[in-house]
């Protein structure tokens, strides 16, 4: 008698834990990070990378779609199965036991199960940390797959600049693995694939393992919120900054005052470094770092940033109109909060856009003006990464609005703002939260006819399986 | 009556100067920055993208092999045409025109024909520069295209690293022109495909114009001399330099006492650090630097480099047997000088290898070991970047063994060290020159079949045209 998919799975699965078929166990790993909710057949959950390799094999033969998992914490449905009830999720969130720390070549190799907290807490005994720094707690795995980029890329990159090496399980009937690169800081012998697996969700292969370039865990560090006369006079505040502080500078990010307020609003226990004064329209959030305490012969980190606001305090031009030195215990939880704050605060849009750095500047101008005038129902809620372009741009829909159907009040504000990113300011409608099913309209509009068939073929060579997010699938465009 | 090939290049070149076909105009762009020699149809050097697409849309419709060719720096037999006689040499030192600053965004749109050195003398006057520090002046497509690395790797990275986009014309029937990713820091909306062209030699696409990130110019700079006390003590001076200087490092390279003795030897006007005292067995140079001039309440860079020495030399574990504080004026020059220096001391066998940062270390104590046993006659004049894992692993054959056959000898020794490094060593036969004719015979045995074949149906997917460098061509693993 032919066996079940189901027979063929267990035949290949190392333990009981392995596949996960009961309704209230699959329940976690099936809903997503903010609302959605899909329906998997079974939630697999290997622990090696043989494992991974059989599983996707009986998959592929079978014919029935993959969606990785890592640490379900992204934003654009890339990790979470759709509402068929035919997917099946194969989570990595046991790929936890390689851990080697290579002190010499400043690097280590981790599975894809492993959360970012709990790297960076081992790593810490060491003074390294692995240097993307963000509100999630996301897995290592998904990190690669969404190339994620955070507070800290104007120093330290993001995920792409800071991967040495990955392993890689094909969507193949095989369930290749593939080892590449290893932990070689320089390689060019040839493509260097592992490009092609971050931050395409896992579409092309299943990201297993990987080799992390480490950095020097700050050990000094000096926040300040600078607010600058106007928008015109940001780009002077952070080009003095970059050529004041160097290196030094690890984070330059924005907060909008309706940003702030929320989170004041919407999130106990945190600090308000304005209290008692009115909350400024826009404010710069600027740290510096270094990974070593002062000797006595030098200057704190304290003392540098007083210098750098005293100069650009008396700078001619006048691009302050206030600046104040601040804790940075203080000020990176109010910044890390606004997601949540924002949430709160009503119906959310959420955009994840990116520009180049002035352009970013015209966008907020532009959108400040148009926005009131063609959605009066919608408020702006920005903050974000000056330093790298990057800007979380969210709307808030009141109340009123539901009176409509807020579908269509919602698609005609993601249409147009995303239309007004790409087209009129050459930016980017996925800055740091990669792709997934909740951008595939955007995908589908935006990429070339060429580009979008050249990625079904190497899709098709490396994973012809129903691997990730449909968006490389053959035709997908076609949708 | 049918057109000839040259009518048709005719037809669509926008100038005289557009087509070569005098073998005394020829003769520089067949000729390699080393030894090797080809010869080219004829050399066509277009000056706009559009003149590039509609010259690779008729190479590619007569089936004439193009190769790409930029400052012809190279050292692997990348950017020449073989001597069949029945190749085309595309050049693209007319593709100079394009050159738009972005201040705010630190990011500069710059055509693949303007060399390195013009490139840094016109943004120094704005006080930036691209990153990549180089004994070679090469132009900018052939940085891309072999993904260079340099002097400054450790801080800044490679031309990978730094890239934010591309302009590349493929090989296909139309010269189809793609603009990737534009001048974006953050831009996560599906494959990354500049990488596939970053470090691939032409072979994908020929690369016309890039947009590169920049960084602060240097005001400020200092280099010392150490002496470790064994290869052992190495590693321990490194993970010191990077805890203790953090960013400020810039460089951390070696030099072997025979590299510099060859390079006092043969090339004049050097200023030898150690005279009057015996050269050391192994120097590590290291330099420190900043984008501002020092405040009169900071250290200079002087300071902190000799606060650093004196940390170091007083570690109870005694790393260092000596350690000299030295002009960048002096270093700089002999560092760079090391390459032609070693040339001109015989017969030379160059090799640009790269291992993990510690195991670089066990190479050169390995080969130190066995390639006196192995191959008598040879000795070795290594020096490199510990910084990143790379190394110029030079061998000299001495001239007594020329009476065997020299090429015997030469490919014995090639074979030995390559596959040392790969096989024993897990690094990399090519850290940063990239791949050419020279190294295909390395490429085909180190590359799996299946990465090998999932190359060349991308390459034809991209552009079937038979460009660039023979690797990706299809079946070239049967050769």
Known sequence: ?????????????????????????????????????GQAIFVLRPATNEEISDMVAVCVEWGVDIIPQSGNTGLVWGSTPDTTGNQILLSLDRMRTVFELDLVNRSVRVGAGVRLSELNAKLSEHGLFFPIDLGADPMIGGMISTNTGGSKFLRYGDV????????????????????????????????????????????????????????????????????????????????????????????????SCNAMEATFANVASLKNPFSGTELPEFVILIEISRPWMSRQSEQT??????????????????????????????????????????RKAGYLIAFDLAFE???????????????????????????GHLGDGGVHFNLII??????????????????????????????????????????????????????????????QALSPGNLGVPQFHKGCDEN
């Not at 032919?2 to 190392?14: E, H, M, P, Q």
């Not at 560090?221 to 600058?228: G, I, R």
């Not at 300011?425 to 990669?434: A, P």
């Open 357 to 383: 750095r002035g352009r970013l500047l015209d966008f907020i101008a532009y959108t400040k003006v148009e926005i009131p005038k063609r959605f009066p129902s919608a408020r702006v809620f920005d903050f």
């Open 160 to 255: 792409r600049a800071n991967t040495l090496g990955l392993k890689v399980v094909l969507g193949d009937h095989d369930g290749t693995l593939l080892d590449l690169n290893s932990a070689l800081r320089k390689n060019n012998v040839g493509v260097d694939w592992k490009q092609v697996f971050i931050g395409t969700s896992g579409a092309f292969g299943i990201v297993s393992e990987a080799v992390l370039s480490l950095e020097l865990l700050p050990q000094q560090t000096a926040v300040a919120l600078l607010m600058p006369t106007s928008l015109a006079s940001v780009p002077m505040v952070l080009i003095e900054a970059e050529r004041r502080l160097g290196p030094q500078l690890s984070a330059f990010e924005y907060m």
């Open 301 to 342: 980190l304290d003392q540098v940033m007083e210098d750098f606001l005293v100069e650009l305090w008396e700078h001619p031009d006048r691009p302050l109109s206030n600046a104040v030195p601040a804790a940075p215990e203080d000020v990176w939880p109010l910044r890390h909060s606004i997601a949540e704050g924002v």
């Open 398 to 459: 009141s109340p009123d609005e539901f009176l409509d159907d807020v579908d269509i009040v919602e698609g005609a504000i993601r249409d147009w703002v995303i239309e007004t990113c790409v087209r009129k300011f050459d930016g980017s409608f996925s800055g740091e939260h990669g792709i997934g099913r909740k951008n595939q309209k955007y995908f589908n509009k935006y990429s070339s006819k060429l580009i979008t068939q050249i990625g079904a073929g190497l899709k």
């Open 1 to 37: 008698m032919d066996k079940s998919f189901i027979d063929c799975l267990k035949d290949v699965s190392r333990s009981p834990q392995s596949i996960l078929s009961e309704q209230k166990d699959k329940l976690p790993y099936e809903t997503g990070a903010r609302w959605e909710r």
